[in-house]
């Protein structure tokens, strides 16, 4: 049997035809500016149907920008984009209240994180408390000032990068922080056709500049309630389940992932479902995320670290290790 809740209502085939029509053109118009790099796009496409938020973690001058402004164009949102420095305020990224003399009140101004897509740049270079403004907004999906409540755009997806290699001077975000992220991945070096590509592509233009709008929020809210929908059977669950509470268990693991992370993965397996045009999950759908979804929220024991084996190894082989179960009757 599946695990369906009582009154669940599946979402009907139009409905689901309508987010792989959408998803294939969101990733045509991504792919006019950013070559090469589809299993990334998909990821943030998946984070954006699941109403998750994603951590790029990887070296300067890799298109990092240019990924979030080109999703932001074809989602036909909004795109602001914070550069993360010691010295910012955390009004400076939610806003503050400002007098205006005329009106002899303060009023709001909101800050850059009222956008449907929120390029964080280097997060990782600005202090706690500018931090916690930026994870409160992603966690709340709100901003309170002076004890009022704004709420923030739907859809809102904050894209976050940190650089791996410089260090100094940067202050890393803890682990109950990371956790706030859906998933994590690195958009990493083009392949030298793909960067020849790139090189004509933008040496007789600006394709960003003609990334088409293909969808609108209010579509992409719609999608998001009908992702929403996508049924979870129980065996699903179970390897879910199985594949998080390894992590827990394993040797070479320190702090293994949290309840968090086994929603993550469910609602993660949903966007992919309906992108492939499925009303259901299958485990492979959870198999191909788990990585990406489990990464940023583990601690290698430090026996690991001292090794230089990466989490990324060690959840590579717990994946393997775990049977991928065979669900019957998902349509039924």
Known sequence: MGSDAPGHDRPDDAALAAIRSTVDRLRAAVEGVIVGKRA?????????????????????????????????????????????????????????LVFDQRSAAFTFHPGPVFANVVLADEVNRTGPRTQAALLEAMEERQVTVERQTYPLPRPFLVV?????????????????????????????????????????????GDPLAEVPAVTTPEELAAMIGTVRRVY??????????????RT?????IELGASPRAALALVRAGQAAAAMAGRGFVIPDDVR???????????????RVELQGRSKEAILRDLIAQVPVPVEEGVEA
Do not use: C, W
């Not at 290699?165 to 991945?185: I, N």
């Not at 699903?236 to 509470?245: H, P, R």
């Open 40 to 96: 990334v796009i998909d990821r943030l496409l998946v984070a954006m149907l699941a109403e998750g938020h994603v951590l790029i973690e990887d070296v300067p001058g890799i298109g990092k920008t240019k990924l979030a402004r080109a999703l932001s164009r074809a989602l036909g949102g909004t795109f602001q984009r914070i550069q993360f420095t010691p010295d910012l305020l955390p009004s400076d990224v939610s806003g503050s």
């Open 248 to 252: 827990r268990a394993h040797e070479e």
């Open 232 to 245: 979870v059977g129980a065996a699903v669950e179970d390897y879910v389940l199985d594949l998080v509470g």
């Open 288 to 302: 191909a995320l788990a990585l990406p979804v489990l990464a940023h929220r583990i601690i290698p024991a430090a």
């Open 160 to 204: 976050a990068t940190q650089n791996p290699v410089e260090l100094e001077g940067t202050f890393p975000l803890p682990e109950a922080q990371l956790d706030r992220f859906f998933l994590s991945t690195a958009v990493g070096y083009p392949a030298r056709e793909d960067e020849r590509d790139m090189l004509r592509r933008f040496r007789v």
